[in-house]
């Protein structure tokens, strides 16, 4: 049974003006009907793009895209513009980053949402289904927020708005970029919480990114850890953090502080590199403590457990994951 | 509702106070610049005895502030004092005229957004194409070309060269003007119910209008174009697209209602700038508006008759800029409401 | 191509503001050796040939002559001397006068800010033109008493761009620590608050002089500026207009030099504002 979504041998280049600069470097991705995953890495890794890839909204001329991102067995990358446009906002919806930035500043709140509900079924009373998704993502007085603009609401509530709508059309597929992180740290809390509870309860399926590991142990099922355009690691949640195995994995966790106070974090020698002129092979290699001349050769998943894969020479096995 | 009404409330006032002020500048302008007025008023070849009884008339005789109180005491009741050249109260030959003004100024202004506006969207819509560098250049050339260059040009082509249009005037020789209701031509032709009136006050009317209105086209159609552009790269616009709102749905509205913020607080301004235009415009097509017999008073040194219009145009100005606070007040709500509670 | 576009866009901005100083400089220098460039001088100043009267272009008179017989090039090349003179004296003298204001109202601020300001909302209150036509009205309509109306409206832009910018400029770290060490206040106006003015103040003086030389050739479009027999752009489309649409060469040819003036500094200006990265 296909996945909800597959993300098959993904490559993603700009032609700018220094060169060709390779973003996404070849990535394969499942996400089951039901199920969280999340994309973790640094800021640059290209995580973000493609979110926007998969919802079509590179439109510049410049884009270079190969492979395939199939939803539900359809390839988004080869659908028209029109049949593209029909997923959006109904079978697939996304949740961006700075709540107050992705709303309209001279629009109402209501106005906004019924946008979004008018794009779902049809005939229903949008001010009633407005009321109940606001009140499904916790807010108290949903009348007055519907009546207000963005602005004259918290950046708390701006999010928790952000969410309903992007529940309210009860889609298959929520795409999550690094929600609540332009939020203080309680508040994103309370939004993945509440987030997770909503997706669990209508068995939507969600796909984080995020470049917080925290977020990534309370939220996701599964994990994909991406460095430079590439998947480096991928595991079901509690074995990714119980056994770690790709050298930058192992670096990230490393570099988060404990409460403890036992250890001190450390960080990762070097930097993002070039996408126009990037390393060869494993693109990690140049920062890695075990790297050796193997390395300039692509590296092949390894498996190491179940459902957990690693691209790098350490893991080798004969048998391709 | 109420917070805008007391942000109304609070530009009216100041408006009025701004209105005193101008009061006083004109009149300081009108007593302190040296020479004469009433001198200057009647030539060299007058007589003192002339110059006297006119200053006398002027009230020119008394000190300042005695003359700025009396100013402002006629002014109240109305008395603008009489036109030295037709003789008749200022009053009366602003009520004459002004309203042929007003409709220039109010059909400018509607071809300067109805076809500014959209043209800009037009020009975001397709950045960099040929639609895009095409309106630029246009909108560069409203901006850069005076208004009476832009009246001679544009009557060079649609009266002489195409011949569509008519040349000067407010009306065709052969028709009679409707009745009077408000003064504008157009539209008491409209009110009752002459067509064929409407439609030849009308066609006489593009010309000056739209020679008007060419800086302000320009400068609409350049900010909204630069204000689409900004609106486009906002977080909210990539929003209604992911969520699948029509690219047209987004040019239309979200891009284009807080862009249009922006352009229509600086609108008031290129409003403004027709009033200055009008001068010009109405010399070249003989409009007999304020303006043309503003120029023919500054032109016989007819010193009640240059008060009384500036301060009538400076009045009217700072309705205008009242009337596009409201719109802006309207579209941009974060002008009068505050950040409320959490 | 994003890399054709951008590197694309870059140099049509560029293009453009290579333009518009091009046009400039070729005015300026027209201007300034005008009697050594045109090819009848003699003719911008009292002539008469009715023999050569009314001629349209040829290759004799490139613009054709006037009613009187006067080459129009000459003249209109002259006009440049008058327009840009104009716009050279109103800003020398506004501009600093505006500027000095506006410093005041916005760093010392007080009753000084509040007169100021108001003072400069009523000047800001008429549209523009009608205040120099108002001030004109009193006086003798010559070249000197317009550039004085011009000048006397002109300034209140520079007060209300310096007041905004000296107004968030002060509260800026680098003004505090002046005021702590003692500076006086002189000295902060003129050493800290002024040079961060100054790329606004010029962008703002170059789009500035066309729009001057705009209304200096408005005002003798009506008379009230230049008088004859000195060329003016102005008077000339003004004199020519009665004569359309047959000699059209008479009004059309000043009326496109006023065009290409003011769009020349419009184009530099824009390209200063871009390069300079400033809101004016």
């Known amino acids: 049974m296909p996945a909800l979504l597959e993300i098959d041998r993904l490559h993603l280049r700009f032609r700018l003006f220094e060169g060709i600069s390779h973003v996404i470097n070849g990535i394969d991705l499942r996400v089951e009907r039901g199920e969280r995953v999340a994309i973790v890495g640094e800021s640059g890794c290209g995580k973000s793009v493609t979110v926007r890839l998969i919802l079509g909204l590179l439109q510049q001329n410049n884009v270079l895209v190969e492979g395939s991102i199939r939803f539900d067995g359809v390839d988004l990358l080869q659908l028209k513009r029109a049949r593209l446009r029909e997923i959006r906002g109904r079978r697939i919806c996304a949740v961006f980053q700075d709540p107050m930035a992705s709303l309209n500043p001279t629009f109402k709140v209501y106005d906004q949402l019924r946008t979004v509900i008018q794009r779902g079924e049809a005939r229903r009373d949008a001010y009633a289904v407005a009321r109940a998704a606001l009140q499904e993502v916790a807010i108290t007085d949903p009348d007055r927020v519907l009546g207000a603009y963005p602005f004259q609401l918290s950046g708390g509530l701006n999010q928790r708005v952000l969410i309903a709508m992007s529940l309210v059309n009860q889609p298959d597929l929520i795409l999550a970029d690094e929600p609540g992180t332009a939020l203080d740290v309680t508040v994103q809390e309370q939004t993945l919480l509440l987030m997770r509870r909503l997706t669990e309860q209508r068995q939507s399926s969600v796909l984080l990114i995020t470049h917080n590991l925290g977020v990534v142990r309370e939220f996701a099922d599964r994990v994909y850890v991406m460095y430079a355009g590439n998947i480096v690691e991928q595991a079901p949640t509690p074995e990714l953090f119980a056994n770690p195995r790709h050298p930058y994995t192992q670096a990230l966790l490393a570099s988060v502080p404990t409460l403890s106070g036992e250890r001190l974090p450390e960080g990762i020698d070097g930097m993002v590199p070039d996408y126009t002129s990037p390393p060869e092979g494993c693109r990690f290699h140049p920062r890695c403590p075990a790297a050796t001349s193997v390395c300039r050769r692509p590296q092949p998943f390894g498996t190491v457990g179940e459902n957990h894969l690693v691209a790098c020479r350490l893991y080798r096995s004969e048998h391709h994951g | ?342 | 191509m994003i890399w054709r576009s951008k590197a694309w866009f870059r140099f049509s901005r560029n293009a453009l503001s290579i333009s518009g100083f091009v046009i400039v400089a070729a005015a300026v220098l027209l201007a300034l050796f005008a009697p050594w460039l045109t090819p009848y001088p003699a003719e911008a100043g009292k002539f008469v040939d009715f023999a050569h009267a009314s001629l349209p272009p040829s290759w004799h008179h490139l613009f054709g002559t006037d009613t009187i017989g006067r080459d129009v090039l000459t003249r209109v090349v002259f006009g440049f001397r008058v327009s840009l003179g104009l716009g050279v004296v109103v800003l020398a003298l506004a501009a600093p006068v505006g500027v000095l204001l506006g410093l005041l109202a916005g760093y010392v601020g007080g009753w000084v800010e509040g007169l100021i300001m108001r003072t400069t909302d009523v000047f800001l209150a008429l549209p523009p033109l009608v205040l120099a036509l108002a001030v004109l009205g009193f006086l003798q309509p010559n070249l000197f008493n317009a550039m004085m109306a011009v000048t006397v409206m002109w300034w209140p832009w520079y007060t209300r761009l310096v007041y905004n910018l000296a107004r968030s400029i002060r509260t800026e770290g680098f003004i505090t620590a002046a005021e702590v060490i003692g500076a006086s206040r002189s000295h902060i106006l003129l050493r800290e608050i002024l040079p961060n003015c100054f790329p606004s103040i010029l962008t703002k003086m170059t789009l500035d002089m066309g729009f001057v030389i705009l209304i200096g050739a408005s005002l003798s479009f009506l008379g009230l500026g230049v008088q004859p027999p000195t060329p003016d752009l102005g008077s000339m489309v003004a004199n020519g207009a009665q004569y359309l649409p047959d000699l059209w060469w008479i009004p059309v040819f000043p009326g496109i030099a006023v065009l290409v003036l003011v769009l020349g500094f419009n184009l530099l200006g824009d390209g200063l504002r871009d390069l300079l990265d400033v809101e004016v």
Do not use: C
């Not at chain 2, 006629?74 to 037709?86: A, V, W």
């Not at chain 2, 260059?149 to 249009?165: D, E, H, K, Q, R």
């Not at chain 2, 006050?201 to 800086?215: C, E, T």
């Open chain 2, 1 to 342: 509702m109420r917070s805008f009404l007391s942000y109304l409330a609070r530009r009216l006032l100041a408006s009025i106070g701004v209105l005193i002020g101008v009061s006083i500048l004109i009149f300081v302008i009108a007593r302190v610049i040296p020479g004469d007025p009433a001198r200057i008023a009647l030539g060299p070849t007058a007589s003192q005895s002339q110059v006297e009884a006119l200053r006398h008339q002027l009230y020119l005789d008394r000190p300042l502030p005695l003359q700025y109180l009396e100013f402002v005491r006629r002014l109240g009741r109305g008395d603008l004092g009489i036109s030295l050249y037709t003789n008749r109260p200022v009053v009366q030959d602003l009520e004459a005229y002004f309203p042929a003004t007003l409709e220039l100024v109010l059909l400018g202004g509607l071809i300067m957004l109805v076809i500014g506006i959209p043209l800009g969207v037009l020009a975001a819509y397709f950045r960099n194409r040929w639609p895009d560098n095409a309106a630029r250049v246009f909108a560069l050339l409203g901006v850069a070309t005076p208004s009476f260059v832009w009246a001679i040009f544009l009557m060079l082509l649609f009266s002489y060269a195409i011949g569509i249009l008519p040349v000067a005037g407010q009306l065709s020789e052969n028709l009679k003007p409707p009745p009077h209701v408000t003064g504008m031509l157009t539209v008491d032709a409209l009110i009752t119910g002459h067509w064929v009136v409407f439609w030849n006050a009308f066609r006489h009317m593009l010309l000056p209008s739209a020679s008007l209105a060419m800086a302000g086209l320009g400068q609409a159609a350049r900010l909204t174009r630069a204000n689409m552009l900004d609106s486009y790269n906002t977080a909210y616009v990539e929003t209604a697209r992911a969520y699948g709102v029509a690219e047209l749905t987004i040019a239309r509205k979200y891009a284009l209602r807080p862009a249009l913020i922006p352009t229509f607080t600086v609108m008031g301004l290129d409003f403004a700038a027709m009033l200055g235009a009008a001068f010009l415009v109405e010399v070249v097509f003989n409009w007999p508006g304020v303006a043309r017999y503003a120029v023919e008073a500054i032109l016989h040194k007819d010193l009640n008759a240059i008060v009384g219009t500036t301060l009538v145009i400076a009045a009217f100005f700072l309705v205008v800029n009242i009337i596009v606070d409201i719109v802006v007040g309207y579209i941009n709500p974060r002008i009068h409401i505050k950040r409320d509670s959490r």
